[in-house]
């Protein structure tokens, strides 16, 4: 099983987790057999947080509580409060997690507390440009690895820019290998185009593969 954590922080942006949090958690497209997910909200404490579309969050866990290991996945969503010192405790989380074989997935401002700490300096990565991560990171090295493309996925480390919502989330999938392929591809279709067409592909999927 798959243990999924989300953190969530202060005026974190919604709408970056919508896509892939509600796969899978609803599991509505998964494939027959496909591995379990938990997914768990994971926060500095358990007090509430607000999101930057007001809504309130009260995380199931605390940093503590995440574990390291190869069946772990950190969902990090952009917000306006990653320059503050306290969220260096996540990070350090993360940077674990990739020497274990988890999987690391960072958008928008995330991915400036990953340059922050180095983890972006020796692979393939995105975010809102390279200007972006140099103004916003002074110590940033990773040029050279910088892909301008809406998200990138590097083995276990997976980034995207503020408008990669969809393919960060579709790169998760298929990392996780919960979707058939053909599956992912029709759902991708849709959501990318909104042509009808590609919503019944989809619905065929399910009903082929399951």
Known sequence: MFTVY??????????????????????????????????KTVAISKGPILTMGGLTIVPDCTIDDVVVNEKS????????????????AIIEKASELLSAGGMVCAICGATVALANAGLLDQRPHTSNGTGYLEMASPIYKGQKFFVAAPSVADHNLITASSTGALLWA????????????????????????????????????LSENN
């Not at 892939?20 to 027959?32: I, M, P, Q």
């Not at 996945?73 to 260096?88: E, M, Q, R």
């Open 6 to 39: 989300v953190y969530v922080l202060d005026t974190l942006a919604d709408w970056e987790l919508g896509y892939v949090t509600a796969e899978l958690c609803s599991g509505r497209f998964f494939r027959k057999g496909a591995p379990e997910v938990s997914v």
């Open 73 to 88: 996945v950190l969902l990090l969503p952009g917000a306006n409060t990653w320059n503050h010192p306290k969220h260096g």
């Open 170 to 205: 579709k790169q998760i999938i298929e990392r996780l290998n919960v979707f058939q392929c053909n599956t992912l591809e029709a759902w991708y279709a849709y959501f990318s185009t909104g042509e009808v067409p590609h919503f019944f592909t989809l619905m065929q999927t």
